[in-house]
Protein backbone atom coordinates (compact mmCIF):
# COMPACT_ATOMS: atom_id res chain seq x y z
CA UNK A 1 0.00 0.00 0.00
CA UNK A 2 1.30 3.46 -0.89
CA UNK A 3 1.72 5.06 2.58
CA UNK A 4 1.27 9.00 3.01
CA UNK A 5 4.13 11.13 3.35
CA UNK A 6 4.39 13.30 6.03
CA UNK A 7 6.85 15.92 6.18
CA UNK A 8 7.85 17.13 9.71
CA UNK A 9 9.35 20.27 10.61
CA UNK A 10 10.47 20.64 14.23
CA UNK A 11 14.04 21.35 15.42
CA UNK A 12 13.80 19.65 18.91
CA UNK A 13 15.19 16.59 18.20
CA UNK A 14 13.30 14.19 21.30
CA UNK A 15 9.95 15.47 19.43
CA UNK A 16 11.31 14.73 15.98
CA UNK A 17 12.39 11.13 17.00
CA UNK A 18 9.25 10.56 19.17
CA UNK A 19 6.71 11.73 16.16
CA UNK A 20 8.75 9.94 13.56
CA UNK A 21 8.41 6.99 15.77
CA UNK A 22 4.82 7.27 15.85
CA UNK A 23 4.06 7.96 12.33
CA UNK A 24 6.02 5.45 10.86
CA UNK A 25 4.39 2.71 13.15
CA UNK A 26 1.08 4.03 12.25
CA UNK A 27 1.92 3.50 8.62
CA UNK A 28 3.26 6.59 7.50
CA UNK A 29 6.09 7.41 5.56
CA UNK A 30 8.17 10.30 7.30
CA UNK A 31 10.88 13.18 6.36
CA UNK A 32 12.32 15.59 8.64
CA UNK A 33 13.39 19.34 8.26
CA UNK A 34 15.04 20.61 11.24
CA UNK A 35 15.02 24.52 9.76
CA UNK A 36 11.98 26.35 7.80
CA UNK A 37 14.19 27.21 5.17
CA UNK A 38 15.24 23.34 4.59
CA UNK A 39 11.72 22.74 4.58
CA UNK A 40 10.40 25.06 1.78
CA UNK A 41 13.07 22.89 -0.51
CA UNK A 42 11.70 19.35 0.82
CA UNK A 43 8.00 20.49 0.59
CA UNK A 44 8.57 20.84 -3.40
CA UNK A 45 11.18 17.85 -3.47
CA UNK A 46 9.54 15.20 -1.63
CA UNK A 47 5.53 16.83 -2.54
CA UNK A 48 4.39 15.26 1.16
CA UNK A 49 1.07 14.28 1.63
CA UNK A 50 0.51 16.34 4.99
CA UNK A 51 3.09 19.01 7.26
CA UNK A 52 3.79 19.28 10.58
CA UNK A 53 4.76 22.16 11.37
CA UNK A 54 6.44 23.82 13.94
CA UNK A 55 5.88 27.58 15.19
CA UNK A 56 9.41 28.23 16.39
CA UNK A 57 11.96 27.70 13.80
CA UNK A 58 15.35 28.40 12.84
CA UNK A 59 15.80 29.62 9.41
CA UNK A 60 12.17 30.67 8.82
CA UNK A 61 9.17 30.35 11.35
CA UNK A 62 6.35 28.10 10.84
CA UNK A 63 4.15 30.75 10.23
CA UNK A 64 6.12 32.24 7.79
CA UNK A 65 6.57 29.06 5.86
CA UNK A 66 3.01 28.30 6.08
CA UNK A 67 2.24 31.93 4.73
CA UNK A 68 4.71 30.95 1.98
CA UNK A 69 3.07 27.45 1.03
CA UNK A 70 -0.45 29.11 0.99
CA UNK A 71 0.55 31.93 -1.58
CA UNK A 72 1.78 28.68 -4.36
CA UNK A 73 -0.46 27.23 -6.45
CA UNK A 74 0.78 23.39 -5.69
CA UNK A 75 0.87 24.04 -2.00
CA UNK A 76 -3.04 26.25 -1.51
CA UNK A 77 -4.29 22.81 -0.28
CA UNK A 78 -1.60 21.05 1.13
CA UNK A 79 -2.40 20.16 4.95
CA UNK A 80 -1.07 21.82 7.29
CA UNK A 81 -0.56 20.73 11.47
CA UNK A 82 0.50 23.58 13.19
CA UNK A 83 2.68 22.95 16.37
CA UNK A 84 3.17 25.87 19.42
CA UNK A 85 4.86 25.65 22.92
CA UNK A 86 2.64 26.64 25.53
CA UNK A 87 1.79 30.31 26.05
CA UNK A 88 1.93 31.24 22.06
CA UNK A 89 -2.06 30.07 22.46
CA UNK A 90 -3.08 33.51 22.20
CA UNK A 91 -1.49 33.37 18.80
CA UNK A 92 -4.19 30.74 17.59
CA UNK A 93 -6.10 32.95 15.80
CA UNK A 94 -3.12 34.63 14.02
CA UNK A 95 -1.63 30.59 12.98
CA UNK A 96 -5.32 29.78 11.54
CA UNK A 97 -5.58 32.84 9.63
CA UNK A 98 -1.83 32.00 8.22
CA UNK A 99 -3.55 29.34 6.77
CA UNK A 100 -2.53 25.77 9.08
CA UNK A 101 -5.31 23.57 8.83
CA UNK A 102 -5.41 22.26 13.20
CA UNK A 103 -3.26 23.54 15.52
CA UNK A 104 -1.68 21.55 18.35
CA UNK A 105 -0.10 23.20 21.84
CA UNK A 106 2.63 21.17 23.34
CA UNK A 107 2.89 19.28 25.39
CA UNK A 108 0.27 17.03 23.18
CA UNK A 109 -0.52 13.95 23.72
CA UNK A 110 0.33 11.47 20.59
CA UNK A 111 -2.48 9.58 20.02
CA UNK A 112 -4.42 13.10 19.73
CA UNK A 113 -2.39 14.55 17.19
CA UNK A 114 -2.23 11.23 15.05
CA UNK A 115 -6.19 11.34 15.55
CA UNK A 116 -5.90 14.62 13.97
CA UNK A 117 -3.59 13.76 11.02
CA UNK A 118 -5.68 11.01 10.32
CA UNK A 119 -8.44 13.36 10.23
CA UNK A 120 -7.04 15.59 8.30
CA UNK A 121 -5.87 13.79 5.57
CA UNK A 122 -8.72 11.88 5.56
CA UNK A 123 -10.75 15.31 4.86
CA UNK A 124 -8.04 16.22 2.48
CA UNK A 125 -8.18 13.12 0.16
CA UNK A 126 -10.73 10.75 1.26
CA UNK A 127 -8.70 7.82 -1.14
CA UNK A 128 -6.41 7.46 2.10
CA UNK A 129 -8.85 6.43 4.41
CA UNK A 130 -11.35 4.61 1.34
CA UNK A 131 -10.85 0.62 1.52
CA UNK A 132 -11.61 0.66 -1.85
CA UNK A 133 -11.25 2.48 -4.82
CA UNK A 134 -13.71 2.86 -7.63
CA UNK A 135 -13.09 4.13 -11.53
CA UNK A 136 -15.63 3.16 -14.14
CA UNK A 137 -15.59 -0.78 -14.27
CA UNK A 138 -12.19 -0.89 -12.15
CA UNK A 139 -12.50 -1.28 -8.34
CA UNK A 140 -9.48 -1.99 -6.09
CA UNK A 141 -9.89 -3.14 -2.90
CA UNK A 142 -6.97 -2.18 -0.22
CA UNK A 143 -8.01 -4.79 2.65
CA UNK A 144 -7.85 -7.58 0.41
CA UNK A 145 -5.25 -6.77 -2.48
CA UNK A 146 -7.28 -8.29 -5.03
CA UNK A 147 -8.84 -5.64 -8.28
CA UNK A 148 -11.45 -6.38 -10.28
CA UNK A 149 -12.59 -5.28 -13.77
CA UNK A 150 -16.45 -5.36 -13.11
CA UNK A 151 -16.61 -9.42 -12.25
CA UNK A 152 -13.03 -10.37 -13.84
CA UNK A 153 -10.41 -10.23 -11.14
CA UNK A 154 -7.16 -8.65 -12.38
CA UNK A 155 -4.05 -10.60 -11.31
CA UNK A 156 -1.48 -8.22 -10.22
CA UNK A 157 1.51 -8.57 -8.91
CA UNK A 158 2.80 -6.78 -5.51
CA UNK A 159 4.23 -4.23 -7.44
CA UNK A 160 1.57 -3.46 -10.06
CA UNK A 161 -1.22 -3.80 -7.38
CA UNK A 162 0.62 -0.56 -5.66
CA UNK A 163 1.59 1.27 -9.03
CA UNK A 164 -1.90 1.10 -9.74
CA UNK A 165 -3.25 2.22 -5.80
CA UNK A 166 -0.68 5.00 -6.23
CA UNK A 167 -2.18 6.44 -9.78
CA UNK A 168 -5.84 6.21 -8.96
CA UNK A 169 -5.59 7.89 -5.69
CA UNK A 170 -5.03 11.13 -7.23
CA UNK A 171 -6.65 10.99 -10.73
CA UNK A 172 -5.42 13.54 -13.56
CA UNK A 173 -2.03 13.80 -11.39
CA UNK A 174 1.03 13.10 -13.16
CA UNK A 175 4.00 11.05 -11.87
CA UNK A 176 7.17 11.08 -13.22
CA UNK A 177 8.96 8.17 -12.89
CA UNK A 178 11.18 9.33 -9.79
CA UNK A 179 8.25 9.62 -7.89
CA UNK A 180 7.00 6.61 -8.58
CA UNK A 181 10.47 4.87 -7.60
CA UNK A 182 9.79 7.09 -4.45
CA UNK A 183 6.47 6.02 -3.91
CA UNK A 184 6.15 2.44 -4.65
CA UNK A 185 9.75 1.22 -4.36
CA UNK A 186 10.88 3.51 -1.75
CA UNK A 187 13.46 6.38 -1.89
CA UNK A 188 16.44 4.13 -0.63
CA UNK A 189 15.78 1.62 -4.23
CA UNK A 190 18.19 1.46 -6.00
CA UNK A 191 16.42 0.87 -9.57
CA UNK A 192 16.16 2.87 -12.65
CA UNK A 193 13.86 4.68 -14.21
CA UNK A 194 13.52 2.12 -16.95
CA UNK A 195 12.03 -0.43 -14.23
CA UNK A 196 9.27 1.45 -13.79
CA UNK A 197 8.81 1.23 -17.55
CA UNK A 198 8.27 -2.46 -17.26
CA UNK A 199 5.73 -2.39 -14.28
CA UNK A 200 3.63 0.42 -15.94
CA UNK A 201 3.67 -2.08 -19.15
CA UNK A 202 2.93 -5.48 -16.59
CA UNK A 203 -0.04 -3.41 -15.19
CA UNK A 204 -1.76 -2.49 -18.45
CA UNK A 205 -1.32 -5.32 -20.16
CA UNK A 206 -3.17 -7.40 -17.10
CA UNK A 207 -5.67 -4.36 -16.95
CA UNK A 208 -6.44 -4.77 -20.96
CA UNK A 209 -6.06 -8.15 -21.39
CA UNK A 210 -9.79 -8.50 -23.05
CA UNK A 211 -8.87 -5.49 -24.78
CA UNK A 212 -10.57 -2.88 -22.41
CA UNK A 213 -10.27 0.55 -21.64
CA UNK A 214 -6.82 1.75 -20.54
CA UNK A 215 -7.33 3.49 -17.51
CA UNK A 216 -3.64 4.49 -17.71
CA UNK A 217 -2.27 7.67 -19.41
CA UNK A 218 1.61 8.32 -20.74
CA UNK A 219 2.54 11.68 -20.53
CA UNK A 220 5.48 12.38 -22.69
CA UNK A 221 8.37 13.86 -21.09
CA UNK A 222 6.78 13.62 -17.85
CA UNK A 223 5.04 10.20 -16.24
CA UNK A 224 1.95 8.45 -16.11
CA UNK A 225 -0.80 9.34 -14.74
CA UNK A 226 -4.29 7.32 -13.76
CA UNK A 227 -7.21 9.11 -16.76
CA UNK A 228 -8.81 11.27 -15.00
CA UNK A 229 -11.25 10.44 -17.67
CA UNK A 230 -11.81 6.85 -17.11
CA UNK A 231 -15.21 5.78 -15.83
CA UNK A 232 -16.97 9.03 -16.78
CA UNK A 233 -19.77 8.32 -19.67
CA UNK A 234 -18.53 9.47 -22.82
CA1 LIG B 1 10.86 24.93 17.84
Redesign the pocket.
Known sequence: MTRPKILIV???QPLVTLLTYNLETEGYATTVAMRGDQAADLVHEERPDLLIL?W??PGISGIELCRRLRQRQETRTLPIIMLTARGEESERIRGLATGADDYVVKPFSVAELMARVKALLRRANPAFAADTMEAGDLRLDRVTKRVHRSAREVKLGPTEFRLLECLMKSPGRVYGRDQLLDQVWGRDSEIDDRTVDVHVGRLRKALTSLDERDPIRTVRGAGYAFDETFGRVA
Open positions: EDEDML
